[in-house]
């Protein structure tokens, strides 16, 4: 175990904007939570917290790296639309003491997973908030999570048909 100093820098800082992670047209995250990990001369790293990310499109796989300074890795594959990335997802479950501050959050593979940051935007990559709200309107997040992303298929499966055909017994 080494501990980040002047001869390897590391530094773990909130992103200050929401961001979000998209894997095959799919918001896949989403979060105003992300932290940015900025190790030394390598490109920043931003790591999501487990809950604004959409855990069931991935699997856990037996690859795991061990880093000096933040501990052992684990991965995950992620299966959507019927392709897979294999190892897209890296996450320290019980990183080294100076890095604490990214125990159990995900980082993606940038040329796997494109990422960005985004100004006020709110997308629920859980889809929840499938009902009516108080006032009878429908949350936006849910819409668009139900709607075609562009590649043909929606983000989540379609809702059940809410209206009886002419033949549907009442």
């Keep these: 175990m080494k501990t980040p100093g002047p001869d390897h820098p590391i530094t773990i800082t909130p992103a200050g904007k929401r961001w979000r992670a998209k894997f095959n047209d799919h918001v896949i995250a989403d979060s105003a939570d992300a932290l940015v990990l900025q190790e030394a001369r390598y490109p920043p790293v931003v790591y ?28 995950y594959s992620l299966k959507m639309d019927g392709d897979l990335a294999e190892n897209a997802v890296w996450t320290y479950e ?13 980082a993606f593979y940038p040329n796997v997973v494109e990422l960005y940051d985004v100004d006020g935007a709110v997308v629920n990559p859980h889809g929840k908030g499938h009902e009516p709200g108080a006032d009878g309107e429908m949350d ?15 983000q989540r499966e379609p809702w059940p048909t809410n209206v009886r055909g002419p033949d549907d017994a009442t």
Excluded: W
């Design 48 to 75: 999501f917290p487990r809950d604004d990310v959409a855990m069931e499109y991935m699997t856990r796989t037996d690859r795991s790296t061990n880093c000096p300074y933040k501990g052992d890795a684990a991965y």
């Design 140 to 154: 936006v997040n849910a819409v668009i999570q139900h709607t075609d992303s562009g590649s043909g298929a929606s």
């Design 94 to 106: 019980a990183p080294y003491p100076a890095m604490t501050q990214i125990a159990g959050r995900l």
